[in-house]
């Protein structure tokens, strides 16, 4: 497995983008099959992969951006110290790729947010996603971070950190030009009006007007 790792990585670092695609395909089968060997090596496979994720040929962008989503789903909560790496490259091709190739990425996304700590995603989301001056991964972020949201419910968000920071992200994509995104921000408005301490951010963080 340690040797078959090497040749995939290899096949990587070359210019030939049908052995590139080779190598993304081997790592997958090595992430099922020998899960162990790739943990030992997590970042520098992730940032290998990852980097073909914006390669110009779409053909390999698309592998990449597959190869990424399976291993989030074979290495789930492992692929944690990831998350930050990955994330924003997933998001910058959710606009700045051909359509099929935004799709993969959207797809992939959903992947992490359904494997990884959900903590760990929606602090990913919220600095590279919710911010984004592009239309696109607003949108898809937002969408994910209503996902996320009802997976932890309400009660267990008030406890964390974050939830001052919520609030305000919530209340920042209700009013959001975009009518897809300002539903899933209203969404989150819903949700977080329920619970008292929400409410009160909320009130703190948005004007009467616009709540």
């Known amino acids: 497995p340690q040797q078959s790792l090497q040749e995939a990585l290899s ?36 940032l290998a992969v990852t980097s073909e994720v914006t390669n110009l040929r779409s053909k390999v962008s698309y592998s990449a951006i597959v190869t990424v989503g399976e291993l989030f789903a074979i290495l789930k909560k492992d ?27 959207s797809q992939s996304l959903g992947i992490m947010v359904e494997n990884v700590t959900p903590a760990r995603a929606m602090t990913a989301l919220m600095d590279k996603g919710v911010k984004s001056r592009y ?38 994509l209700a009013q959001d030009c975009h009518k897809d995104t300002r539903h899933y921000g209203q969404e989150m408005v819903k949700m977080l ?8 951010l909320l009130e703190q963080s948005l004007s009467t007007h616009d709540l």
């Open 11 to 46: 096949m990587l670092g070359s210019d030939d983008w049908e052995l590139k695609k080779k190598g993304l395909f081997n790592i997958t089968r090595l992430a099922e099959s020998h899960a162990a060997v790739l943990l030992c090596r997590l970042r520098e496979i992730c």
């Open 79 to 105: 692929m944690d110290s990831q998350v930050d790496e990955v994330a924003p490259v997933l998001l910058q091709m959710v606009w700045n790729s051909p359509e099929f190739v935004q799709k993969a990425a």
């Open 135 to 172: 239309v696109q991964v607003r949108k898809c972020a937002a969408e994910l971070l209503l996902s996320l949201m009802e997976k932890m419910g309400v009660t267990k968000l008030a406890g964390t950190p974050r939830a001052e920071r919520l609030a305000h992200v919530a209340g920042t």
């Open 193 to 200: 009006l329920s619970h008292q301490k929400f409410k009160m």
